[in-house]
């Protein structure tokens, strides 16, 4: 197959793009990058910028490997020509003086990645190229200053602003439902039944960011049950054969779900966006909704548990465990083991309730014998609780959870 | 009015902004900037960007102009810093001492900005601060370097792949439609009938590139006429009571008119990407067309004439002067001095043929005596014609052109 | 111009067309439509409907007339037959009995005009020709029967199931806004700028039905004032220089025009649907809305009171005369005389109250002295108002309007 | 559950129907369809039409036979008033006479079937009420007539006017997907990987005729393959592992599968407009198509072979059977005994060619041993083709075909 795939659409652009691929013929990627970044990008941008993906996407591991390396090496800052750069500006600020430091502190590939850009389906190109270069920095951490660019790249392109919140229902198109299926990363969805049990009953709910240069792909969606009251079993929740209920009957949304699907967009986080704008969403449209809470596993109980010598903690419940390892285990750096727990509570939420049996799948049972948590996103204290966590790393949790943990407190 | 405007449209919003904005009675724009840029713009960034959003467009000349120096004195570059983390980075590379790097590189405004950016809206609002920039900067050229960090961050953000250009026709929204009347910068629209003229007949179109954070804004668009052989007059191609041909019958696509839209995003080039997307898009719906042509005035004809001495130049037949000033007249950088030529030449187009008498308007007189031009776009000619003019300064055109110009050649 | 005009808009469609319509030249268009009723019809039918629609649309009045004779009379009924066929299915009722009657009762004229409509654009080129007819048939009451056959089946394809409601506002395609001002019938709309004053602030809707084969085509559309209170002036309602309050704020939506677009479709109501689906909408949108209300003309007041005789009514104020003529003028059948009274009364509207110097237009003051009226939506009176009124003709009022009209009571 | 379904969704709507409903608590739906088409339908006739439909939808097989006798008996047309009512307008042919001959001679259950369809989801309804009626009528042919009403509303609701034609893909909503697996008659579709297959490859495609009153209902569609040449086997065409050909490749476009999908619509035919309408959008899309081919069993083959006593018949092999049968086996009324061949040869198609081992599926086998036919849509032939078939039951065939149907002929 040709390298100038669908993307030249019309007999113009291939006649175009026919000249600009004949003439790169015999360049290496290397030589085809430097022409986007030079004069010819200029007008002939598009159609290089179209083959330089189509080359990349073409290439093997090793291929892959140098291209990041001819970014890193050949795209890479100039020390000197920052410093001189910035003493001039500094010494008489002005247009020019500024630009050419904002040019020289910035590498080369910056550009070379915006110009990549250029073409209709770039974006997802690049990202699906980040996710080639994650999978690569595991074995070779010198690729890590890469990365940085297209973070900081991506956090721009992404930015919320940007960002469409769509419902995610059964009159969604199929390609973008099968990749529900596929990104589901909490509760596996098995089949299409199963994802019409998700989507169809009056209510559920799901919802995900979109980016409009990737129309069809999205970025996270957070799965939303409607109930009566604040439930404690997932299985009870998700089950096949239960009665819905109308959805102006509840007055509880549960987040029972978020998954992230892109991961060469990892660490861009929009998680803490989607679930705000969600709640703002349903309780415009239902106006019962009281109560705005999770229904979220504790992945990192079982295994912190297993760590520690104390048999009372041992030997407790497991929701005293539970409510104990929220609220005092710790990192290093004070914040908490549980990495659903730094999500949720860094968002502003608090702890609520712990639920024994609420998970009674096998995964469940291992990573945290059954234990579930609701998270409490009570818009009254978001804000003072996630000033209080980012600053003095204090947990916000309700009195119950408090009182559970306090029974397993050392000296107790 | 209240601070918190339209965008907070359901009560959970209202009540969340309703905290973060009575926290924020008291404190200055300033201060709030600095809590969007800190913790607490992490859970609260919204709301804190809608406050300084709403605060600004309330704000007065000074205030504004305090703002700008806040963004350029307080969050400005630290030399020190980017010299210190530039050496830990290339002594030891590293994703820790890159990020070090980059962040200290980069002036904490643009963090600031794309921040703003996360709100919906919040591009427009940030393209019109921008062109508060540009009007203050003709008085003081101080505010320059502030304008380089938008003017950088608006590239990204306003990135080809990012564009959508959509057909403007009369079933286009009407607030899309009056900004076709208030932008026309070429051959102005007097009424929605006029426009209906440029709109509905069978042998017009017009095409817009559209953002999708600002859906109802064009950014640029250009009006096409349809005909038979390339026109010579633009009052003939624009009369009343013309008869419309069909558009299968067209061999000829005319860019008779491109205009900006947003004086905020001045510098940020579409233009080019535009006139070859839509060719191809006409060329992919009308298979008879052929050639794809502008009909353009010399806006800096006439003033140029008056500052020349010789009298053959002065005496000769305007289309001869046309065509000389087009091939010969060149600014210090030796690129030609009309500004619509460098706009196409630029793109790769060639002068194709000059014509007296074809703007006989008052401010066609009066800017080049009567005479416009046309420029061939010629796909198989773009790439090179681009190039050499880039690299060689050398300007495409006809041989026709270059006969008419050599007629006034000194020494002849 | 070809008779194949713009439907035929695939190769594939118009080498099928010549074909068909080469057959069909020298034929008339009485010929042209056996044909479509006949056997050919069944493959060929689009192109021969099309091919009738455009000989009609290029026909004169003298044409057009003699197509509507050919309906009339060779396209009618056969008594004999219906006799004979109704005998057969009485006698034995079955599938192959009933079928032959019902084709016998209904005159093939019925069924040409469905064959004509399965054409793209049909359905508006019959609304066309309707209203051909109905002009006339003033001159001419022998085509009234073929009048009838065209209501018929537009009562049933304009059936309320099929029709959409669509808010009409400052994003609605120019080409359905330039309707809106052609069609307004009630307060005329001057300029884009007038009709802009009706759309775009806060406090102004306007919504209009259309049918999905002429999606461009308003059938109906009402103008809504949002307010606090009940207004008392349309000069006020509509003056350019107003406060528009939020919508949120306001308690009462005031329906101040509804105008019929389609001539040719006199006669199929859609008014009284549209205005409580509005009403609906509206209620559903705005919580705070309490009152539904007109603000309506009294257009047969002025010209009533002038046969009257009694100097008590002459004299007495405006607001007064308003009031008894609304109760108390009937025609022979015992409805009120006023044609907007009969309509809002007849949607089971109650007359809520009258209003002296209301509408102080040249035109307002000639057809009732300046006096207006607002009639009162009232849910939960609807359906009682509705079938006293039609049962036993009962005028629905408040107790104001019955004490003012008292006043002017013969005797009084 | 109440008999107010989701239809009311404002409390607007919802109050009016408390009224309307409380009023008609204790009436049957005879009561109730009397009041619909009285005089409180006309104001409270979208309240009133919903409450029957929901009465009639929770009603039992005896409750729906009932309401199909009462439509039956008690709306019948009156014998004595079409025969007065005809001989008055015959007599003196006026608005008011005609006009009371024509609601004289149709039956009131048609104005009641159309008052039913007010409702939005009414037509849905109604169709699915038809279904009931024609499983009904089975068993008891007494209900025969009242179909016929049906049929005749539906033919006008469901004029190819107001059909759209719309292509089903992979980017269609899930709830139309799953329509298309459970309503493919001719080549089932398993699973939803199964349907991708059908739907996702660049050489497939799909398209259905759908009713803007039934937006996710599709009435009929079609599935198409893009190949090189005349495909001769269904296996083949609908492989697994196939390599898929760019569309622009094609030089064919095979209607390979045409599915009914409302029961209810028996008998209403889109069938021929639909292979019309999408032989013209895909010669549109892809200049490179030639020819519009059809791949389609031979339901009758076999059993028709059975009882045949001519040895030469049953030992010749299957493609010369399949051609004999297709141009001689013949009903009573002279036209094909195949009811695939009866449809596509009343479309103006032609046999093309027939092909042995073309369908190797148990179910192919068992009905045709295992020859399937390619019907020819040759857009120079269909007229003259249709007109042939209609008047003179002519079949039209290729020359091989005829040649091989030849060679069975009585007394070769």
Sequence with gaps: MSYLGGLFST???????????????????????????????????????????DRYAGADADAKRAFFDFMLRDLEIDPVEIVESLKSYKDAPSKRTYR???????????????????????????????????????????LEPLDVDFAHLFASWFNRGFLELRPINWSSPAEVLEKIIAYEAVHAIDSWDDLRLRLQPADR?????????????????????????????????????????????ADTAVFYSIS???????????????????????????????TFVTLSPIPGLSKWLQKQAAPALQNAAVDAQAAYYLL????????????VARFHLGNGAA????????????????????????????????????????TEKTVAASREVRALSATLAPGT
């Design 11 to 53: 007999v113009f652009e291939r006649r175009f793009a026919r000249k600009v691929s004949s003439d790169a013929e015999g360049r290496s990627i290397d030589d085809l990058s430097r022409d986007l970044l030079g004069a010819r990008g200029e007008v002939s941008g598009t159609t290089l910028a179209q083959l330089i993906l």
């Design 100 to 142: 050419a430091y904002a040019r020289a502190s910035e590498p080369q590939r910056q550009e070379l990645l915006r110009r990549l850009n250029q073409v209709r389906g770039g974006t997802e190109r690049l990202v699906s190229m980040r996710d080639d270069l994650l999978k690569m920095m595991r074995a070779d951490p010198q």
């Design 205 to 249: 709910r799901c919802f995900g960011f979109f980016h409009p240069a990737m129309p069809d792909e999205p970025l996270i969606f957070v799965e939303v049950a409607l109930t009566r009251g604040i439930p404690n079993s997932v299985q009870k929740l998700l089950a096949d054969k239960r009665d819905p209920i109308e959805a102006e009957d």
């Design 260 to 290: 992230n699907c892109q991961s060469g967009l990892a660490g861009i986080s929009f998680g803490n966006f989607l679930i705000k704008q969600v709640a703002a969403d349903l309780s415009q449209e239902l106006s019962g909704l009281e």
């Design 328 to 339: 005092e285990a710790k990192r290093d750096d004070n914040l908490p083991v549980d990495p």
């Design 351 to 390: 702890v609520h309730a712990v639920h024994a049996g609420a998970d009674t799948s096998e995964n469940g049972m291992k990573q945290s014998g059954g234990a579930m948590v609701n998270y409490l996103y009570d818009l009254a204290e978001i804000t003072t609780n996630h000033e209080k966590f980012v």
